[in-house]
């Protein structure tokens, strides 16, 4: 490995090949004679299922694919992406699934690679619990706040100062007393809400379905 | 002043400023590698323009300088002399291997050509080794130690002081 | 020259808007009538002068001056004029150049319709207008400068991002996210005004309401724009990737969503006044977090811009503006206390407060999957990702009890309903939910979630096309004709209502339609050399040939794919790859042909004239041309819900109806 050579355009396709050989023949590293591709039971260890192919085979592969993010995309799952990248790691997913790896073997397999960066779901495990708990928390504590407050509500004392008129409550069919201000307000019911002659569907019998 | 809902409102607030605070700064493009101080994953793969297979395995016992690259990334064609370099100046310190994903074999053959090579071209045409090591994109560079073991991750063009010190993690000056 | 101009426009809408916002918060607290006739004027220069810039800017692109820094740095001369016009908001310089045009059309309309209602709220919602103002013109003086001097102009710039060129819709988007996003300082502004006056009654809620209206609807527009750009361009055959930048401009209209439902219930019942004002103030909030998001290059995003040093500004301005949320909130929410009460949850009212926690929860569920990898790198150090399947499975049981309530809450009664009341307003609508169900079913859908989508859709379309219904019916009985039914009932008196259930009727095509378009789509990858073909659904396509064509500003290799349907000739598809001169990578543009019933998608792979070989990617997206109907539709309900209303009438019969009492007119404006 000595050698020197000079970079030149001018050199010719076969003294190329033969010097691209010289420096290992020099090193002399053993050479077996078939390619092996990193194989995934040194990592995730013996497949989980049996194999698979076909149709199943298939649908799990772009099942997987679509929980593992395309590490040269901007957020795409490898199973949408066109890029290079991403259709070799899809390619390696069908690999894996054809021999009968599991999802979660699968995705182990990538994320020893990749780090958890690689997956588009979380995994439950240590800090991660929270993405996954948080809303559900907010639901069952938001839950029973608007329980709260709706009881709240529902025993507060009618205000009577905001009362312009007596019927504060739209929707009633109470009226003033004064005559004069009864045919304003039914004539502004009639506007709000579209009641003919601002009588509520219900005081004309109608059934109760737009107010009461 | 309602006290509930100021610190309600401050212990959401807070905490949500100080966060993106501590983002700033903060490349989202930047990964750190899962395998640093791991073994390699093991692979054999064939040799460029030749039909000679070599084992990751079988260059056990000195430092490997493990560099993915490919003919169409501009970035390799800067990286491209210092490596070759390197491989010369540090013949007998450590093993330089290439390794060429997502190309064409008569395009990388070319590229030598004119470029020059001083250290064994692997083909990975299927990516199955890039995947396992975790490649994000071209070029980027492992460090492996005399065992095997992945001593460090370079992301981008090398220059030779980077080179070097990188040599040095992998314990080649010992 | 123009750069000179340029910078002195922005400096004076600097000072316009910083002493703008000083002097009509003193006027506001003050209650000084000339104070706050110099606020408005203040509000009307300072949109006059950043609109200057604008339109300044817009000459310079159009000129090809490269003198000035921005027009270097997107201009071109190869580009057609469309693409000349939107690289004003192509960049970062110039989308916050943009972003303050929108802001002073805004502020200048909002002061305008408003001068002469709301004395006393009025000044210091522009108070908080024009201190917004005063932000964007400050990036645009010093961390975004757009008009800087280039001393030895270039002849000829590269151009916006080749990605903008690529579609129409991206010229289209842009500016309707703006309307949207930036159309929600007005509302902050009024309800920061409601809590600084500490009232907020009916009169007050009309501009409130009108103002969260039209950035909604410009907004919603613009989230289902930049899905049908995706899908359109990026080519992978979906419109949403949970995206962060999707995500953020998701949020505030998941907050402004709620607040528009929350006001009504205000309306009808005087109660959650402070809780509407949360929601308002937290749309804007939200869409200075998606600016951030968008502009500081710490989320990951296939739209964001490049890398920038505005992100800390950003950040301080979003910081300032949540601390002043919280602090006036907790100083003045006592203030806008409850004057109503409920009477039942088994109501209306109940269906809102129900349908305001999901959407807060949804809210909570998107914005904390947005950030949580930012939480986990900062606590742990370790990169992570909250993707597309965290978020879709989070968010399809949340939309799809949305969708229930949306049948439910219409169907309730106000107040309080009887047991009779609720079978009666609730059974019938099973009928609707079963033939949708049945129509899915016998065409194809398995999926539960899909299948539940299907039964409460058809549910909620059938009390929506009812409550559409009922108004003209009741007033055909009344004696009406049927023209002056629909006219008095749906297009003047009961607007707001109709308008209201034609969105609601929208929303229910819109999420039939993901739910169907997300499960069912049939998908193939094939590589065709030239004469061979490929079948997918009733589609057979076959390779004529691949071509190249060269156009101003870029080359495209396409593919001419003849179509059969059914085994008859259906025309040629042209999926195409672009080159531009300037950007290494290239960039697919998909064909679309879209039905009725369906999408025939074709993507390419890989592309290779020489061998005259494409790799296509082919899929059928069912339902997804509904997607962009529909959203037109509640664009047209949203803006007819915004128009205006006579309301001087209404006035009137409300002042006399006072007066009658021997009182002061109840209504201030």
């Known amino acids: 490995m000595t050698f020197r050579h000079t970079i030149a355009r001018r050199f010719v396709l076969a003294l190329t090949l033969l010097m691209l050989v010289l420096p290992l023949a020099a090193q002399a590293p053993e050479r077996s004679d078939e390619i092996k591709s990193p194989d995934p039971k040194w990592v995730v260890g013996d497949p989980a299922g049996p194999p698979r192919t076909g149709v199943e085979l298939e649908k799990e592969t772009a099942r997987v694919a679509s929980l593992l993010r395309c590490p040269v995309c901007q957020g795409l799952s490898v199973n949408d992406s066109p890029a290079t990248m991403a259709q070799n790691m899809k390619r390696q997913v069908r690999d894996l699934v054809a021999k009968g790896y599991s999802e979660e073997q699968a995705l182990l397999y990538f994320e020893r690679a990749y780090g958890e960066f690689v997956r588009l779901e979380p995994p439950l495990r240590g800090v991660n619990w929270l993405v996954w708990a948080a809303p559900v928390a907010l639901l069952v504590i938001g839950g029973f706040f608007v329980l709260f407050m709706m009881k709240r509500l529902q025993r507060a004392p009618k205000n009577v100062e905001v009362a312009s008129v007596d019927s504060a409550t739209p929707g009633r069919d109470t009226l003033p007393d004064d005559e004069h201000l009864a045919h304003y307000v039914l004539r502004t019911r009639e506007l709000a809400y579209g009641w003919p002659g601002g009588l509520s569907p219900a005081s004309r019998g109608e059934g109760g379905e737009e107010s009461r | 002043m309602n006290r509930k809902v100021l610190i309600a409102g401050l212990v959401i607030v807070v905490p949500f400023i100080v966060l993106l605070v501590m983002n700033l700064g903060r490349d989202p493009h930047k990964v750190d590698s899962p395998l640093i101080g791991k073994a390699s994953p093991p692979f054999s793969l064939r040799q460029v323009g030749t039909p000679a297979v070599v084992d990751i395995m079988s260059l056990r016992g000195k430092p490997v300088v493990l560099n993915f690259w490919a003919t169409w990334c501009v970035p390799c064609y800067a990286e491209h002399p210092v490596l070759v370099a390197g491989a010369r100046q540090y013949a007998d310190k450590a093993q330089f291997v290439g390794v060429v994903y997502d190309d064409q074999e008569n395009k990388i053959v070319q590229f030598l050509a004119e470029n020059g090579s001083s250290y064994p071209t692997l083909f990975d045409e299927s990516g199955q080794t890039a995947i396992a090591f975790g490649v994000y994109g071209v070029p980027e560079t492992f460090f492996l130690d005399a065992d095997g073991k992945i001593v460090d991750k370079h992301v981008g063009p090398l220059d030779p002081a980077t080179l070097e010190a990188k040599l040095r993690l992998a314990g080649a000056f010992r | 020259m123009v750069p000179l101009i ?268 402070g809780w509407t004002v949360t929601l308002v103030m937290a749309s804007f909030l939200l869409t200075v977090l998606g600016t951030f998001m968008t502009r500081s290059g710490v989320f990951n995003s296939v739209h964001s811009f490049t890398q920038s040093s505005i992100g800390p500004t950003i950040l301080a301005f979003l910081a300032v503006s949540l601390v002043w949320s919280v602090l006036i909130l907790a100083m003045r929410v006592d203030h806008l206390s409850a004057e109503g009460q409920i009477d039942s949850g088994k109501s209306r009212e109940g269906a809102f407060l129900a349908n305001n926690l999901l959407f807060v929860l949804f809210t909570f569920t998107v914005l904390i999957g947005t950030v949580f990898p930012l939480v986990v790198e900062a606590v742990k150090g370790v990169q992570m990702s909250v993707g597309s399947p965290y978020f879709n499975r989070m968010s399809v049981p949340i939309g799809v009890a949305l969708l229930f309530l949306m049948g439910v809450g219409p169907a309730l009664p106000w107040g309080r309903a009887t047991k009779q009341q609720m079978i009666k307003a609730l059974v019938p609508p099973i009928i609707g939910g079963v033939i949708l169900l049945a129509i899915g ?40 004709g049927i023209g002056q039914a629909l006219v008095e009932g749906q297009l003047v008196r009961g607007r707001r209502r109709f308008a209201a259930y034609v969105v609601h009727a929208a929303v229910v095509v819109i999420i039939v339609s993901i739910a169907v378009s997300s499960t069912m789509q049939q998908s193939t990858e094939v590589q065709l050399m030239k004469g061979q073909s490929a079948k997918i659904g009733p589609y057979e396509l076959t390779l004529q040939g691949v071509e190249t064509v060269s156009e101003a500003h870029r080359e495209g290799v396409l593919a001419r794919l003849s179509v059969t349907k059914n085994g008859k000739p259906s025309g040629e598809m042209l999926p195409r790859m672009n080159y531009y001169a300037m950007s290494k990578d290239p960039i697919g543009t998909p064909e679309v042909r879209t039905t009725l019933t369906h999408d025939l998608y074709l993507s390419i792979m890989n592309i290779d004239e020489r061998s005259q070989s494409v790799g296509l990617h082919l899929i059928i997206n069912p339902m997804v041309g509904w997607i962009w109907i529909a959203t037109g539709v509640m664009a047209l309900g949203g803006f007819m819900a915004t128009w205006p209303t006579k309301s001087r009438r209404n006035e009137a019969i409300l002042r006399d109806a006072a007066q009658a009492r021997g009182g002061e007119a109840v209504v201030e404006s």
């Open chain 3, 441 to 480: 079913f016998a065409v194809g859908a398995r999926n539960a979630w899909t299948l539940l989508a299907l039964f409460f859709g058809g549910y909620t379309a059938q009390v929506t096309l009812r409550e559409m219904w009922l108004p003209l019916v009741q007033r055909m009985k009344g004696g009406a």
């Open chain 3, 6 to 273: 340029g910078r002195t426009l922005i400096l004076l809408s600097l000072l316009a808007a910083a002493s703008g916002a000083i002097i009509a918060f003193t006027a506001g607290s003050r209650k000084s009538v000339v104070g706050a006739l110099w606020a408005r004027r203040f509000a009307y220069t300072y949109a006059i002068l950043i609109s200057s810039a604008n339109f300044l800017m817009i000459y310079a692109l159009i000129a090809h001056d490269f003198t000035v820094g921005y027009v270097a740095q997107v201009g071109s001369r190869a580009t057609p004029l469309w693409v000349t016009i939107s690289s004003l908001w192509s960049s970062l310089e110039g989308s916050i150049l943009f972003w303050g045009l929108v802001l002073g059309i805004y502020v200048f309309v909002a002061t305008w319709t408003c001068r002469k209602h709301y004395p006393e709220h009025l000044p210091y919602a522009i108070a908080v207008w024009l201190a917004c103002g005063a932000f964007f013109s400050f990036l645009l003086a010093g961390p975004a400068q757009p008009f800087h001097t280039v001393l030895n102009p270039p002849m000829d710039g590269p151009g916006p991002n080749p990605l903008l060129q690529n579609h129409v819709l991206m010229v289209l988007h842009p500016p309707f996210l703006y309307l949207g996003y930036v159309g929600m300082t007005i509302p902050f502004g009024l309800a920061s005004a409601a809590l600084l006056v500490g009232r907020l009654g009916h009169e007050f809620l009309r501009p409130l309401r009108t103002w969260l209206l039209l950035p909604w609807t410009f907004l919603t527009v613009a989230i289902v724009m930049g899905g049908w750009w995706a899908y359109e361009v990026l080519g992978w055959g979906g419109y949403w990737a949970w995206d962060p930048v999707e995500n953020a401009s998701f949020l505030p209209w998941l907050t402004a969503t709620a607040a528009l439902h929350s006001a009504l219930v205000m309306e009808r019942r005087s109660i959650l006044k």
